[in-house]
């Protein structure tokens, strides 16, 4: 068998697997590296809340020591703890009682499930580790997109780097990987040609991704006057093709599409009910004549409302990681 396809089936997500099952398999043969792969995630986690307050902030990650935003008291150690503080103290600050964003337990929780996710899916080798590189920066995006509407740099371009790497030790398996050899008539050992077509892999899915979100952004701009995407979504989709090449990066933007637009239809249809309701109460319409107005004014608040769009690219990614492979496989045998 050709070298690249051995390891992908070792290392990617070849193998159809019912996902919860193989994670309790996991935590049974390894116990002790499960509990430490979720402790490192909530420690991670933890780093990642500092990242997602400061980053879009211009602040620096490293120095002054956390702080309670509202009376400046520094956060002892054993109030940092991740979790368990925020548990402990009711979500406030120990000394001036402000509240805390329960944000801080979720990205803690998420980031140790996560790491422990990557573990009990790809076992001991570096596929665990760049599944957890690639889940640490996107929950860091994700969150920090649905605050801010900003996708850090700091994030972005070192993941993009982390990702062709990473491709040189943990194959892609894409396009290039499964067509490529074939036509260069390779040999059989070639450990070289199995790294290169898989960074090839992972700059086609960049390069083709990145393209793709600036082609739609620019056509977006011409046609309503306004920035529907901004340049963070296109470096976020450069890092993003990295990481799932070609196939499941086309997959990504589909479905964070989809997501997009559904969420966004949502919106307007809640607007659209409480506005209705709104003016029946306050200015005593008539069902239809509010139901219209209401119609308008919700429209207006979707055109003028910018959509986390990193937010949905993020997930489906993270989704697409995981789960893409046997998505496509499923889709083209059902076809
Ligand atoms: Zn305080």
Redesign the pocket.
Known sequence: MYPAARVATTYNQAEPRYFPVYIWTGLAVDPLISAAAFVLGLAFGSFLNVCIYRMPRGMSVVRPGS???????RIRFYDNLPVLSWVFLRG???????PITPRYAVVELLTGLLFLVCYGHFGPSLGTLKCAVLGFLLLGLIFTDAETHLLPDKLTLPGLAFGLVISLFVPVNDLASLLLPGVFQVPVSSDISWRLFSLIDALLGSAVGASFLYGVGAIYLRWRGVEGMGFGDVKLMAMLGAFLGLRLTMLTILAASLAGSLFGLWTVFVVWVKRTARRKQLFHESGRAARRRAWASAQVALRRHQMPFGVFLGATGLLAFFFGQQFLRWYWRSL
């Open positions: 702080a309670c935003p509202q009376c400046g008291e406030r600050c120990r000394r001036c009682s402000a």
